[in-house]
């Protein structure tokens, strides 16, 4: 990652601009799990930035629009494993925004769906961690209603299953954070 960086020159040719950003990403990564998730903070924010300006000089590239989201998403989450989580929230309700638009546009993307579902369940996270709950089991509640509908057009997806699972006991357990108990026994159930 950082000798990639080092050697790509300074252009504004799609192709350098995504790989300038995907390994400022894998330093990012590298960074966060060899040493912390503070140290990575600057290559996820160097990563995110390189997909903003590959986003601006090439507006209509799907391509550049979701690894920009997923990189946003990727700093959101790293802030939201320090417990920053208003930055956090701040940025998962930007691209979450943005992502459901690329879904709305074609809504067979199946990447931007699952990173749509991905980007949700840290967006209801995060609404509960700065203590709105009432606001987080709705956003729960709508991404299991997004998770169960991507089941019932794709049934075969065992993986899919799980993420459901997952986001149904998350919802679970922040209804018990929010005092609703027999809410909460209902979803583990």
């Keep these: 990652g950082k000798r990639a960086l080092a050697v790509l020159p300074p252009t504004p040719r799609l192709d350098v601009l995504l790989e300038r950003a995907r390994a400022a990403d894998a330093v990012a ?7 912390s998730p503070q140290e990575s903070l600057a290559p996820y924010r160097a990563a995110l930035a390189n997909y903003e300006e590959a986003h601006r000089r090439f507006p209509a590239s799907r391509t550049v629009m979701e690894r920009m989201e997923r990189a946003r998403w990727g700093l959101a989450s ?3 494993s ?4 208003a930055e956090a929230l701040a940025l998962l309700d930007d691209g979450h925004a943005r992502v459901s638009k690329l879904v709305a546009f074609d809504a067979d993307d199946l990447e ?9 369940l840290d967006r209801a996270q995060a609404t509960a961690d700065v203590g709105q709950f009432d606001r ?5 509640e709508a991404n299991i209603a997004g998770r169960r509908a991507w089941l019932a057009r794709n049934p075969g997806e065992n993986r899919r299953l799980r993420d459901l699972a997952v986001a149904i006991k998350s919802l679970g357990d922040v209804q018990v954070r929010g005092g609703r108990i027999r809410q909460a026994c209902a979803s583990y159930e």
């Design 112 to 120: 931007a769906a699952r990173l749509l579902q991905i980007v949700g």
């Design 82 to 85: 320090m417990n920053r989580n």
């Design 78 to 80: 790293t802030l939201l």
């Design 29 to 35: 990564e590298g960074i966060y799990y060899a040493q």
């Design 136 to 140: 987080a089991i709705a956003l729960y």
